[in-house]
């Protein structure tokens, strides 16, 4: 089978290339997936550039990739949860680079049918975030105002919905040009960060203030819409110490108790619903030349939304 690896550290058109690898057996608790469509994240960026090294190892050539989905094309036998043929989305630790992969059946959920390959891909990490951010690290409630910066992005996106979904005042920061875009998801209030201080708009008025932006750059902003005593949850950096007004201040990190079947269960629900909204800027064709093109694009300025990669 034929899989997109990285053969070291470095810019996308050096590193990537297409190798030939031997199928994984299936065990038990395991499924085989025939990969359709896989997204790309900003962490693979931070990946192939070398900026986990500290906390990640990789042997080279390595398979990157945590957002697919596809269709069952193997299962261990005695297997009840999944038959062959099944349409899946997937969370696996790595290997969505490439035509499949095998992983445990926990990390794996069925789809509905008019749920795309392409839209499943983009739902993964961005809303597994998403989902484990408000009901398992805050245990959110609908009665609470909470912010969120950077809206438009991946796990912006989905945060605005989920908690429009959630009955909570829900409101929003973005670039103005994704205004009418967000509200449309269920944004209460919306400032656009790059006409007017959101800060000023928005002071004080928020129990719990979510920066999803890139990097965490609206920490100054956030500051000033947390109410005193409120919350604050940062993807990536928070406000120093010093920087600080009386609150709770949390790093959102993954883990292990989070479990995927659950906020994949939940995902899919609201989508069957008719009100999750899988914000794509870009689909891509199966092959080398698109991986290498959407990790340059990510690593500058993209348009908000995820790009994907999908068989036609």
Aim: proline residues 4%; without cysteine; charged residues 20%.
């Amino acid at each position: 089978m034929e899989r997109f690896a990285i053969t070291g550290y470095g810019e996308p058109n050096k590193v990537f290339q297409t190798i030939t690898a031997q199928p994984r057996e299936v065990t038990s608790g395991h499924i085989r997936v025939a990969i359709h469509a896989f997204a790309i994240n900003p962490y693979d960026v931070s990946l192939r550039r070398g900026e986990q090294q500290e906390f990640r190892s990789l042997k080279f050539p390595y398979v990157m990739g945590n957002d697919a989905a596809g269709i069952v094309t193997e299962i261990f036998p005695g297997e009840t949860d999944f038959s062959v043929g099944d349409r899946v989305v997937i969370h696996p630790v790595s290997g969505a680079y490439g035509q499949e992969v095998v992983l445990p059946t926990k990390k794996a959920a069925k789809i509905p049918a008019k749920l795309s390959f392409a839209q499943a891909a983009s739902l993964v990490t961005t809303g597994i975030t998403a989902y484990n951010l408000l009901f398992q690290l805050l245990h959110v409630n609908s009665s609470q105002t909470v912010m969120v910066l950077g809206a438009s992005g991946g796990v912006g996106s989905l945060l605005v919905q989920l908690l429009h979904q959630n009955k909570n005042r829900v409101l929003a920061s973005a670039s103005k040009r994704n205004e009418e875009k967000i509200k449309s998801w269920g944004a209460d209030e919306f400032s656009a960060y790059d006409t007017e201080d959101s800060g000023k708009v928005f002071f004080e008025q928020a129990d719990i203030v979510i920066d999803a932006t890139k990097g965490s750059k609206s920490g100054a902003i956030g500051l000033k819409i947390l109410k005193p005593g409120g919350t604050y949850v940062a993807l990536n950096e928070l406000p120093t110490e010093i920087e600080r007004k009386d609150g709770t201040y949390l790093r959102f990190v993954p883990k292990k108790d989070y479990q995927d079947q659950r906020a994949f269960a939940y995902l899919l629900n609201v989508f069957a619903k008719g009100n999750l909204f899988v914000n794509i800027a870009e689909i891509l064709p199966f092959e080398l030349e698109s991986v290498i093109y959407a990790h340059e694009k990510i690593a500058g300025h993209p348009a908000a939304g995820k790009i994907v990669i999908a068989k036609s």
